[in-house]
């Protein structure tokens, strides 16, 4: 008799737990576009990957890559995306696994996001995002240039310096090679874990939890953090397969093993570097940054009143920095605070 109680306990938990995944789950379908305009699709190696394209074709291309955490996607640039694409032909993608792009239960690593990448600036240089495979540039492909953000930065240095990728100016805001130190097959299986695992994921990206992390590192504080930026972030972790890319980004898989500080010097060497860093970051702080930069040689902008996403918080003093960088074409490395 206590036997059949407690299972039928055990079940009754099962069942309240399968339900408040069902409760919890949102339609991807439903789910507004990152930067306030239509996406379209680049068929990517099986996945269908969303990107917002802006701009006039004819302007200088510039490739927004957001970065990797729980809730990443493009919204990431959805305040300077406008103001660019004034007189930037701009490609912002969702990567796989993020988004709304494609969110296959695969085990997710920092070497596909990397190979991404590399196949997604061959197609931008090559003007054919809608083509599969590997292309080869054109001799006259203008190179794009390229904003990319934390652990995609690191990607992004690894794909132009380590396979060939095109890739004009690089503008890195707080880059890291490393999110969580070692990595853990056992949380990433427990976060993929069907129930338990997609429960465990709804906490981590609750509406209490999206806003306590954005506004412990990435904004400078809880008071800054847009409610909308909240909503978003809620929504875009609640459609069926959100959870597979985080579960690899929390368990340290999307790390790369790559000397980053060695890759910035040698991209420095053809085309100019900038890293850009909040002067109130902590998790990856400001002395890092300038570690990084005195290392490979490159420059550092520092927004001083930022943590890790200035161009959230800051628009207009990020936009301020970054047109400044990509008018200035020479490969001066001083130093530079705003």
């Known amino acids: 008799m206590k036997l059949r109680n407690v299972l039928a306990g055990a079940a009754g938990a099962v069942g309240a737990v399968a339900a408040g995944n069902s409760r919890l789950r949102g339609d ?3 789910m507004e576009t990152p930067l306030g305009r239509p996406v ?5 190696r099986g996945f269908d990957v969303a990107y917002t394209e802006a701009g006039d074709p004819t302007d200088p291309t510039l490739v927004l890559l957001h970065g990797v955490n729980a809730a990443g996607s493009s919204h990431e640039f959805r305040y300077v995306l406008d103001d660019l694409a004034a007189d930037h032909h701009v490609i912002a993608p969702d990567l796989p696994g993020f988004g709304h792009s494609d969110r296959p239960p695969l085990l997710y690593s920092g070497t596909l996001y990397v ?4 196949d997604l600036l061959r197609d931008v240089a090559q003007g ?6 590997d292309a080869e540039v054109a001799d006259d492909a203008e190179p794009p240039a390229v904003v990319a953000s934390s652990l995609t930065a690191a990607y992004t240095a690894s794909a132009v310096a380590e396979k060939g990728a095109p890739a004009g100016q690089l503008f890195f805001i707080c880059p890291t090679a490393t999110a969580f130190p070692g990595r853990s097959p056992a949380i990433r299986s427990l976060i993929r874990a069907p129930l338990v695992g997609e429960a465990l994921h709804n906490v981590i990206s609750s509406e209490a939890s999206i ?3 954005l506004g412990d590192h990435g904004f400078s504080s809880p008071a800054a953090v847009p409610e909308e930026w909240v909503a978003y972030d809620y929504a875009t972790t609640h459609v069926p397969g959100a959870r597979y890319a985080p579960a690899s980004f929390l368990s340290g898989f999307l790390n790369l093993d790559v000397d980053l500080a060695a890759l910035l010097s040698e991209l420095a060497a053809d085309r100019p570097v900038t890293v850009c860093w909040g002067g109130v970051a902590e998790v990856t702080p400001l002395e890092q940054g300038r570690e990084l930069a005195s290392d490979a040689d490159v420059k550092l902008v520092v927004l001083e009143d930022a943590d890790l996403l200035p161009h959230g918080e800051f628009p207009t003093e990020f936009l301020e920095v970054l047109r400044g960088e990509l008018a200035d074409r020479t490969t001066a490395r001083p130093d530079a605070t705003a």
């Open 40 to 44: 379209s699709t680049y068929r990517w």
């Open 128 to 133: 054919t995002l809608g083509t599969e495979g």
């Open 28 to 30: 991807a379908d439903g």
């Open 115 to 118: 190979t991404f990448v590399a």
């Open 211 to 213: 806003r306590y992390f």
